[in-house]
DNA sequence: ATGAAAGCGCTAACAT
DNA sequence: ATGTTAGCGCTTTCAT
C-alpha cells in the first residue's frame, strides 16, 4: 500500500509538496507542472492518504456515529437513509449503533467512539439515553446533535412537528365524525411520547372534546405494547372508542391485532390511524391509514447541523417545517351510526 | 484527555511500561505495585488508548464492516443483530454499510474503508458485487467473508441451507395436497436465488412433479417485484397454481396484494407461504406462513470466521447447520375441492 | 523489572 | 515554489 512518501519519491519532490497538492490546499502556490507530476504518480500507485495517520495528526476522524433506538423499528430507516445521503456529500462515513448493542455497556461504546477519538461527533436518536452520560458528553464538549428528541440539557437538537402530525390525525378522526378517540401512547418519558400526546389534546380541545384518561395507555413503540395498550382500554368499562390513535406503527400492529380477535371490525366497528408511514402499512389488515412525517429530511439536517457544531458554529434547536402528511387507507371510516 | 504520557508521569514510570501494563502484555513481568501504580493512575485520569495512534502502530483498527443490500429488507436484521453481537464479544466495532449509499461509488467507499486502514476486514452480504470490485478485493489480500452468499471467488463464506429451507417450504405444500405450485423467485443472477430455486426443484422432483416455467418469475426480493411476478404468472393461461412459494418476504407482501385484488381469497384460493420470518408476518392479509432460517447465527459464525482469518487463520466456507424452522399461519391450507 | 529510542504516515509551521 | 522539521500517541525492540 503507497504512502505519500512513495508518491513523493515517484514525483520528485519532498512529501510536504505531496500532501498539499493532494489535499488541495490552496494557501500556497505549486507550480502547475509539479502539481501533474504528483497527481500522475499518486494515481499510478493508487495513493490512498492512511487514515489513522491523518487522523492522529489533524485529531479529525471524518466519521459520525448514529445511536437508533433498535433498527427494527422501521420508522428509524427513513432517519438512517437521509443520515448516510448527507453524510455521503459532506465527506463522513457513519457508525451505525444500534442501542440494542449498548444496553449493557453503554458506557463503553461511548468511550470507544469519543474517548478514542474515532468519531468527530454524535447523532443520538436514542430516547433514553441516560442522563448522566448526556451530560457526560457535555462536560468533554463532544459535538452532539440530538434526533428527534428535544432534552433540557441537550445543546442540539432536530426535531418532526410531533405534536402537529399527530393533532392532524386526530383532527381527520373527528373530522369523520369521531367523539370518543383513544390513544396508544408512546414510550412514558420521551420526549416525541410527551410531544405527541399534546398534539391529541391540543386536537381534542379545539373541538371541545376531553382527553379522558379511561380512553389512554401507553404502547412503548413496540407491538407487544400496542397489543398491551389496547387490551388494557377495551377492559376499561364504560363507552369504548370509535376510533384511535396510535402514536406508533409497530404498535398499531399489535393493537389491529387486539381488535381483530375482539372480532371488532376495522373501520366498522372501529377506526385506527398510526404515526409512521412505511411499505407495510399497504399490506396489513386491513390497510393502515397513517401520518407521514419528513423524517428523511430530518436525518439530513441532523447531519449539517452536527457537521456546523464540528465547525464550531453554534449549536441550534431546528423544527422541520415540512408539513405532516395523512396516507388515507382502509383503517378509518366515520363511526357506526349506533 | 489524558494521553498515555500523562498516565506514566502520574505514575512515575516510562510510557513504554505503562503501555505494557494497560495492555496486559504479559510477556515482559512488572512489579505488582508499579502495575498497580499505572493501573490507578489511567483510571484516576479516565485514560483511553487512542485509537489513530494505536492504529497506526499496530495496522489494526479492531474495526470490521458489513455491507448490507438495503436496511429496508427486514431479513437481515436478524444476520446484523448476529453480527453486533459476536464482533462486540470480540472487540470489533462495525460500521454497517447500506449499499444503496453506495451504488454510485462502489469504489470509493471501499477505498475509504479498506485503503485508507479504517477496517481490517469486510463482511459482505450485499449479493450483487461487481465482480472486478470482489478479484480488486482478493488481489489486495483483504480480509473478506462472503455472508448469505457462496461466490466461486470468495475465499470465504457462510450461509445458511437456502436450498433445504425452499425444499421444506415446498414440501408443506405439497404435504397439504398441492399439485400446481407457482415460484416468485429471487433476483436473478444472485446465489441466493439459485439455491431457493434449487431447493423447489428439489422438492418438485422428490414428488414426480415438474418446475413449469409458466409458474415461475422474478421477485427480485422487493415489494414491487412480488407484484410484477405474480401479475405475469396469473397473466400466463393455462391452468393456475394452487399454491406459491414467495422466495423472500418483501415479494410476499407484493404478491398478496396482488391476489386480493384479483379477487383470490388466501388460503381457501389460493394458498402462499414465504421465506423470511418477521413479526410483520402475524399482521398481512392473511397472517403469512414462513420459513424462519438461522440469519442470527450466520451473522455471528461470518464474524467469528472473519477474525480467524484476520489473525491468519485459513479461510472456510461454512453453513449453518441449525434446521430451518417453519411458522404456520394462515395463508397456507389444503387446495380448494375443485 | 524498567527505560530509551525509533518510527508508524501524515500535516503544518516555518525556513529558504 | 519547495523543502526542513517536528510531532500527533502509541507500540515494540533492544539495552540496562
Redesign the pocket.
Known amino acids: 500500500?503507497?504512502?505519500?512518501?512513495?508518491?513523493?519519491r515517484l514525483a520528485?519532490?519532498?512529501?510536504?509538496?505531496?500532501?498539499?497538492v493532494?489535499?488541495g490546499?490552496t494557501r500556497?502556490?505549486?507550480?502547475p507542472?509539479?502539481?501533474e507530476r504528483i497527481l500522475r504518480a499518486a494515481a499510478e500507485l493508487g495513493?490512498?492518504?492512511?487514515a489513522?495517520?491523518?487522523s492522529?495528526?489533524?485529531?479529525r476522524s471524518d466519521t459520525i456515529a448514529l445511536i437508533v433506538p433498535d433498527i427494527d423499528n422501521v420508522a428509524f430507516h427513513a432517519v438512517i437513509a437521509g443520515v448516510e445521503t448527507r453524510a455521503a456529500e459532506l465527506g463522513y462515513l457513519v457508525f451505525l449503533v444500534d442501542s440494542r448493542a449498548i444496553r449493557d455497556n453503554e458506557e463503553d461504546v461511548y468511550g470507544r467512539l469519543i474517548a478514542e477519538g474515532r468519531v468527530d461527533g454524535l447523532l443520538i436518536a436514542y430516547a433514553r439515553m441516560t442522563d448522566p452520560l448526556a451530560s457526560q458528553l457535555q462536560r468533554r464538549h463532544v459535538p452532539v446533535v440530538f434526533v428527534n428528541r428535544r432534552a433540557e440539557q441537550a445543546p442540539a437538537s432536530v426535531v418532526v412537528d410531533d405534536a402537529e402530525g399527530s393533532a392532524q390525525a386526530v383532527e381527520y378522526l373527528i373530522g369523520l365524525g369521531h367523539r370518543r378517540i383513544g390513544f396508544v401512547a408512546g414510550a412514558a418519558g420521551t420526549d416525541t411520547a410527551r410531544r405527541r400526546e399534546e398534539g391529541v389534546r391540543r386536537a381534542l380541545a379545539r373541538h371541545g372534546l376531553a382527553f379522558e384518561s379511561r380512553w389512554v395507555a401507553e404502547g412503548r413503540y413496540t407491538e407487544a405494547g400496542g397489543r398491551e395498550a389496547m387490551t388494557r382500554i377495551l377492559a376499561n368499562g364504560g363507552e369504548r372508542p370509535t376510533a384511535f390513535y396510535v402514536a406508533n406503527l409497530l404498535s398499531a400492529l399489535g393493537a389491529l391485532a387486539v381488535l381483530r380477535e375482539r372480532g371488532l371490525r376495522v373501520p366498522d366497528d372501529v377506526s385506527v390511524v398510526a404515526m409512521d408511514e412505511h411499505v407495510i402499512a399497504n399490506h396489513t389488515q386491513p390497510p393502515l391509514t397513517t401520518v407521514a412525517m419528513p423524517l428523511g429530511r430530518m436525518g439530513e439536517e441532523s447531519v449539517q447541523l452536527l457537521h456546523r457544531i464540528i465547525q464550531h458554529e453554534p449549536p441550534d434547536h431546528i423544527v422541520i417545517p415540512d408539513p405532516p402528511q395523512l396516507v388515507i387507507r382502509a383503517s378509518t371510516a366515520p363511526p357506526p351510526t349506533a
Chains 1, 2 share one sequence.
Open positions: 500500500m503507497a504512502s505519500l512518501k512513495d508518491v513523493a520528485n519532490v519532498d512529501a510536504s509538496t505531496a500532501s498539499r493532494l489535499r490546499d500556497q502556490a505549486v507550480r507542472e509539479t502539481r495513493y490512498r492518504p492512511n489513522s495517520a491523518r492522529l495528526r489533524t485529531r
